[in-house]
T-cell receptor, first 114, second 115 residues
Framework: GENVEQHPSTLSVQEGDSAVIKCTYSDSASNYFPWYKQELGKRPQLIID?????GEKKDQRIAVTLNKTAKHFSLHITETQPEDSAVYFC?????????????FGKGTTLSVSS | EAEVAQSPRYKITEKSQAVAFWCDPISGHATLYWYRQILGQGPELLVQ????????DSQLPKDRFSAERLKGVDSTLKIQPAELGDSAMYLC?????????????FGSGTRLTVV
């Protein structure tokens, strides 16, 4: 089955710096890759996603890149702010008889210090 | 904005007791998922429903866990008997379903503590 590896597990940056989180997946059939942000005690919330027919997608300060050949995708956050501090999860889709499900990485705890 | 409703928000139960969680997905969402999130880890898929049918329950510990979605709307996840290792956040999510689904919406979760 699908396996999603996420690195690093923790990341500390200074406010204004960039942060990059990387994920690899094992199932070449995966075609949808969302990223979720989870603040302490709250639900995971979708922040950006990318489909396999696109190599890069950007939304203001966040961007996601996808390399299908290498089976890896990355989250890029520029001009980090303290409110970006949270746990970030990548996920990859798997297909089953009813559609899709998401398999998640173990998460990256991002700390942005001012 | 439509939300996935879950209750209770918190649950403390003793080892060997039964516990149940409830989820009401976004109206019209055919696909419902239950995930378990152990502290410090990513969500792990337990069971997926399409309408009232189970699509995938390969990771559900069936000796103690059960899930149902009788009318294809709301769903209940039950643990009997609860064990200490079941302490986790139980998240419900829903999506429209189908092969072009986008990322789904999570509920606020039920945080279970087994003592």
């Amino acid at each position: 089955g699908e396996n999603v590896e996420q690195h690093p597990s923790t990341l500390s940056v200074q406010e204004g710096d960039s942060a990059v989180i990387k994920c690899t997946y094992s199932d070449s059939a995966s075609n949808y890759f969302p990223w979720y942000k989870q603040e302490l005690g709250k639900r995971p919330q979708l922040i950006i996603d990318i489909r396999s027919n696109v190599g890069e997608k950007k939304d203001q300060r966040i961007a996601v890149t996808l390399n299908k050949t290498a089976k890896h995708f990355s989250l890029h956050i520029t001009e980090t702010q303290p409110e970006d501090s949270a746990v970030y999860f990548c996920a990859a889709s798997i297909s089953n008889q009813a559609g899709t499900a998401l398999i998640f990485g173990k998460g990256t705890t991002l700390s942005v210090s001012s | 904005e439509a939300e996935v409703a879950q209750s209770p928000r918190y649950k403390i139960t003793e080892k060997s007791q039964a516990v149940a969680f409830w989820c009401d997905p976004i109206s019209g969402h055919a696909t419902l998922y239950w995930y378990r999130q152990i502290l410090g880890q990513g969500p792990e898929l337990l069971v997926q429903f399409q309408d009232e049918s189970v699509v995938d329950d390969s990771q559900l510990p069936k000796d103690r866990f059960s899930a149902e979605r009788l009318k294809g709307v709301d769903s209940t996840l039950k643990i009997q008997p609860a064990e200490l290792g079941d302490s986790a956040m139980y998240l419900c999510a829903s999506s429209l379903g189908g092969f072009k689904s986008d990322g789904y919406t999570f509920g606020s979760g039920t945080r279970l503590t087994v003592v």
